[in-house]
């Protein structure tokens, strides 16, 4: 079955410093794939998505390429900010149907001033 | 336009209590989906609804129900609560167009404990 796997956590880091999260996944087909935010006692958010292979997603500064050759959705971020602190998942789903998420474990962040 | 609405926002049940938590979305939205919450393993999609008056399991279904009341709602009941159930509880309604447009918008969460 389809599954994703995300960078054991948590990380944390200073302000300003470069943000690599590693999501890799398993699934048959071509799934869409996302990256969604949680921040502290709310609901998650859809931060950027891609629906094809080598398609870039991008949203407030952060990015994430599909790589079908190396089935992996990477996020990432020049240079963070004390904002950024929450808890990230990566997830796919099929386009095509119901849009059933798969989600990863989640990546807590913290960012230090 | 308040987007995805949850009630109540925590609860706190014994076992073999029994209990209906609400979602509602003022989106017009075809689909609505139940996830849960466990430390450590992310989302998991419990049951959905893919049109008013359908609904379908999803990975984690065991134990629950759900319905599609309208358009608007769709409520999942625990008919005797299990600790093993102890969860963060989401909703989320999914609005459909192009592979760029098409997003799931979640709501705030409902936090249950069975004892």
């Known amino acids: 079955g389809n599954s994703v796997t995300q960078m054991e956590g948590p990380v944390t880091l200073s302000e300003e410093a470069f943000l690599t999260i590693n999501c890799t996944y398993t699934a048959t087909g071509y799934p869409s794939l996302f990256w969604y935010v949680q921040y502290p006692g709310e609901g998650l958010q859809l931060l950027l998505k891609?629906?094809?292979?080598?398609d870039k997603g991008s949203n407030k500064g952060f990015e994430a390429t599909y790589r079908k050759e190396t089935t992996s959705f990477h996020l990432e971020k020049g240079s963070v900010q004390v904002s950024d602190s929450a808890v990230y998942f990566c997830?796919?789903?099929?386009?095509?149907?119901?849009?059933?998420?798969?989600f990863g474990q989640g990546t807590r962040l913290t960012i230090n001033p | 336009n308040a987007g995805v609405t949850q009630t109540p926002k925590f609860q706190v049940l014994k076992t073999g209590q029994s209990m209906t938590l609400q979602c509602a979305q003022d989106m017009n939205h075809n689909s609505m989906y139940w996830y849960r919450q466990d430390p450590g393993m992310g989302l998991r999609l419990i049951y959905y609804s893919a049109s008013e008056g359908t609904t379908d399991k999803g990975e984690v279904p065991n134990g629950y129900n759900v319905s599609r009341l309208n358009k608007r709602e769709f409520s999942l009941r625990l008919e005797s609560a299990a600790p093993s159930q102890t969860s963060v509880y989401f909703c989320?309604?999914?609005?459909?167009?192009?592979?760029?447009?098409?997003?799931?918008?979640f709501g705030p969460g409902t936090r249950l404990t069975v004892l």
């Open positions: 989320a309604s999914r609005r459909q167009g192009s592979s760029s447009t098409d997003t799931q918008y």
């Open positions: 891609a629906t094809k292979a080598d």
């Open positions: 997830a796919l789903s099929g386009f095509q149907g119901a849009q059933k998420l798969v």
